[in-house]
C-alpha cells in the first residue's frame, strides 16, 4: 500500500514561507478542517477565526501553515514556527520540475524565465549547472526567503 506524503519545512515565519511556495507550486492553502469555505474565500483568515474559536492566542495562530497541490497529486508542504534558523545546507531538498522534457538551450531559457519570476517572489539565485550531456540536463539551484535550498529542474 502506498503512503501520502508531507515535506515538512522549519521556518521562522510559516505563513510567509507558505505564500512563497503556494505561488512557486501553484498549491493552495487549505480550510479548516469541518469548514466548508465557498469560492474565492480566504483560507488563512478562515483558520485565524477558527484559531480564534478554539482559544488559541493570537501571538500562536501563526506558528503553522500548510499548502497543498489542488489537482491532488503532489505531495503537502507544512510549515512550523521554530526558534532557531538554518544552520548547514539542505541534507534534503525540492527539485521543482518546470522544463520536463526539454533539453539544452530551450531548457535553460524555460529554467532561467522561472528563475526570474521566483526572485521576485522573494528567492535567491544560488548557482547555475550547465547541460552537460548525456549526465547531466542542467539545472538552476535557488533558495527560498528562509535560505532552504531547491533546484529548478
Known amino acids: 500500500m502506498s503512503r501520502h506524503l508531507q515535506v515538512t519545512f522549519d521556518a521562522h515565519d510559516p505563513g510567509a514561507l507558505s505564500h512563497f511556495w503556494r505561488e512557486v507550486l ?3 492553502h487549505p480550510g479548516p478542517p469541518g469548514v466548508d469555505l465557498p469560492e474565492g474565500a480566504d483560507a488563512l483568515a ?3 477565526d477558527f484559531l480564534a474559536q478554539l482559544g488559541v492566542p493570537k501571538e500562536e495562530r501563526g506558528a503553522r501553515s500548510a499548502v497543498e497541490d489542488p489537482d491532488g497529486h503532489g505531495p503537502r508542504l507544512f510549515f512550523q514556527r521554530v526558534p532557531e534558523g538554518k544552520t548547514a ?4 531538498h525540492l527539485d521543482v520540475r518546470v522544463a520536463p522534457g526539454l533539453w539544452g538551450d530551450e531548457r535553460m531559457v524555460v529554467l532561467e524565465a522561472e528563475c526570474e519570476r521566483l526572485i521576485a517572489l522573494g528567492a535567491t539565485r544560488v548557482r547555475r549547472h550547465e547541460p552537460a550531456p548525456p549526465m547531466e540536463n542542467g539545472f538552476i ?6 535560505g532552504n535550498e531547491f533546484c529548478l529542474d
Do not use: L, S
Not at 545546507?89 to 534534503?92: G, I
Not at 539551484?141 to 528562509?146: G, S
Open 26 to 28: 501553484g498549491y493552495v
Open 46 to 48: 478562515a483558520w485565524d
Open 89 to 92: 545546507k539542505n541534507r534534503v
Open 141 to 146: 539551484v535557488m533558495a527560498d526567503p528562509e
